[in-house]
């Protein structure tokens, strides 16, 4: 059975591009019939914030995301500790006495040479009076794995055919001086105990790929999950940057982007005017390299989001609508929507105060208006009643009339149609917009 989790570490708000990688752990498992697992990664005690797990597990669920299990790590540091212990007694972790200061010392020796940045394993000669003495000193060492050297191999879920060489990396931090594991143990240690079949995570891990695939051997044998890499997200082609990837995805849900929209932009499978597709059904069509693109297109999914929108029924947002929206409404501006948020202004617009500009050369038309206004109560087809007393009196045809009338009414110069506001702005109000603009 397909396992797959998703990492999140609770020191921020769950960001647009971590929300993808979500999505394309939950889409995988769903297409497997598998599972996948919550995992909080939560190992550094002074960044890690409770409240923000409350707001993740909530912006996943905006989603659609679903998951069958979750866990924190750091409540499971007595299960890492006979991973620690085996890899000490099998002489793969040795202790290391630097200070950060003495590695970034070495680091810029290296880097002054024109020498890659690398580990030097100096203390891999360390004897046992030298260690003894440090520790006497107050020395608490960390211990780093002694990677094999070789050049590691595999073929990536997401970016296809990838290498890497251990012998180009440094040897990887894996316990702190404090007992506790890294990030790249603990998670070789989650993934075996939880049984992981498929890791899919952000191509800023790609790197620790081949350290892990040796622990993995090291710790599990044969059982090595599949990998694969999403790029992070960015507003320009191939430039690399993660603005929009960075962006914290419950500025979207804020703003009225639909869940199904996002989610099925997210991996690639947004149509721009057809209704996009339930998780469920993204999954059944799902390939993993629908995720190598990184481009995020804001203007597309604002086109979708407004095609979508402009379908949904008044029960479907009446509970997101402004206090006192009605479905007439709703069904006034639903199509002119790129944002559910919008409809907040066009509430005012029909319910509250707005002061329109004054609209050069329209002062007469804009009284003759006033004064044609037909009399309340109001039928659905006033508008059409109106605009023809209009275009008698003024000779003019209906699209030189429309737009000073839409400006003064509703302070915009396009909008929802005006034969639907007109009713639910009411007489009083357009009449005093009118004689606004016209002065």
């Given amino acids: 059975m397909i396992r797959v989790r998703f990492a999140v570490a609770p020191v921020g708000n769950l960001s647009i591009s971590s929300a993808r990688i979500a999505l394309a752990n939950d889409l995988l498992g769903r297409r497997g019939n598998g599972q996948m697992l919550l995992r909080l990664d939560d190992l550094d005690a002074e960044r890690s914030r409770p409240a923000q797990v409350d707001q993740i597990i909530r912006d996943l669920r905006w989603l659609g995301i679903d998951w069958h299990c979750s866990f924190r790590q750091s409540e499971r540091m007595a299960v890492y500790q006979p991973a620690i212990d085996r890899l000490i007694g099998d002489k793969l972790l040795y202790p290391c006495f630097e200070s950060e200061q003495e590695l970034m010392a070495k680091r810029e020796f290296r880097r002054k040479r024109n020498q890659p940045p690398i580990y030097d394993r100096a203390m891999l000669s360390l004897t046992a009076k030298q260690r003894q003495d ?152 799902l390939q993993p390299a629908d995720f190598a693109a990184s481009r995020f297109d804001a203007a597309a999914l604002l086109r979708i989001n407004r095609c979508v929108l402009g379908k949904l029924d008044f029960t479907a947002v009446a509970d997101r609508l402004p206090p006192g929206a009605t479905e007439d409404f709703w069904l006034a501006i639903r199509g002119s929507l790129d944002l559910l948020d919008e409809a907040r202004v066009w509430w005012n617009v029909v319910s509250g105060i707005i002061v329109p500009p004054g609209i050069e050369g329209a002062r007469d038309l804009l009284l003759t208006a006033g004064t044609l206004l037909p009399p309340e109560p109001w039928e659905s087809a006033v508008w059409d009643t109106w605009i023809a007393a209009l275009r008698r009196h003024t000779g003019r045809p209906e699209n030189a009339l429309l737009p000073p009338l839409r400006l003064a009414l509703t302070g915009d110069d396009t909008g929802p149609d005006l034969a639907y506001l007109l009713p639910l702005i009411g007489r009083s109000r357009a009449l005093s917009r009118l004689a606004i603009a016209a002065a």
Avoid: M
Wanted: hydrophobic residues 35%; proline residues 9%; glycine residues 12%.
């Fill in 134 to 285: 440090a520790e006497a000193g107050g020395k608490r060492p960390h211990w780093r794995l002694k990677l094999s050297g070789r050049t590691l191999q595999w073929n990536d879920l997401i970016l296809g055919p990838r290498q890497a060489a251990l012998s180009a990396v440094s040897d990887p931090v894996l316990v702190r001086p404090d007992g506790h594991p890294t990030p790249i143990l603990a998670s070789v240690v989650d993934d075996l105990d939880f049984a992981t079949t498929d890791i899919i995570r952000g191509d800023d891990s790609t790197g620790n790929t081949a350290i892990q695939i040796e622990l993995f051997e090291v710790l599990g044998g044969t059982r090595k999950p599949r990998f694969g890499h999403v790029p992070a997200l960015s507003d320009e082609p191939k430039a690399g940057r993660r603005r929009t990837g960075n962006a914290p995805l419950r500025g979207l849900r804020h703003d009225g982007i639909e869940p199904v929209v996002l989610a099925a932009w997210l991996c690639g499978k947004g149509a721009p005017y057809g209704d996009p597709l339930t998780l469920d059904e993204l999954a059944r069509r």
